[in-house]
């Protein structure tokens, strides 16, 4: 099975930076997307940012909302997605949750979603 453990989230004033960081292991055959995913209070999930692999080509795509100010990078080696969030607005508090879709086990015939814990992100004076 594949576990992700997330760091990074806290609490940081208008204008300022965190690093969020998710380390997946286990059994994995390969990483199709990780990518980062956040939902305030009262509000719908909402996918931040994702990075892709693989044959089809591999991109970075952001939420409109955080374009200029987040960047979403992965190291394959460690199996490593990380977001660094600058410019930090009020808007953006929020848990910030890790999204690896990945294929398991020696032959990966299966692609699953897999989500870490959260990580609380707050931005306020």
């Known amino acids: 099975q594949v576990q992700l453990v997330e760091s990074g989230g806290g609490l940081v004033q208008p204008g300022g930076s965190l690093r969020l960081s998710c380390a997946a292991s286990?059994?994995?055959?390969?990483?199709?997307?990780m990518g980062w995913y956040r939902q305030a209070p009262g509000k719908q999930r909402e996918l931040v940012a994702v990075?892709?692999?693989?044959?089809?080509?591999?991109?970075?795509n952001y939420v409109d909302s955080v374009k200029g100010r987040f960047t979403i990078s992965r190291d394959n080696t460690k199996n490593t997605v990380y977001l660094q969030m600058n410019s930090l607005k009020a808007e953006d508090t929020a848990v910030y949750h890790c999204?690896?879709?990945?294929?398991?086990?020696?032959?990966?015939?299966?692609?699953?979603?897999?989500w870490g814990q959260g990580t609380q992100v707050t931005v306020s004076s």
């Open positions: 999204n690896v879709r990945a294929r398991i086990g020696q032959f990966g015939l299966t692609i699953n979603d897999y």
């Open positions: 286990g059994r994995i055959f390969s990483i199709n997307a």
């Open positions: 990075i892709t692999s693989g044959a089809s080509g591999g991109s970075t």
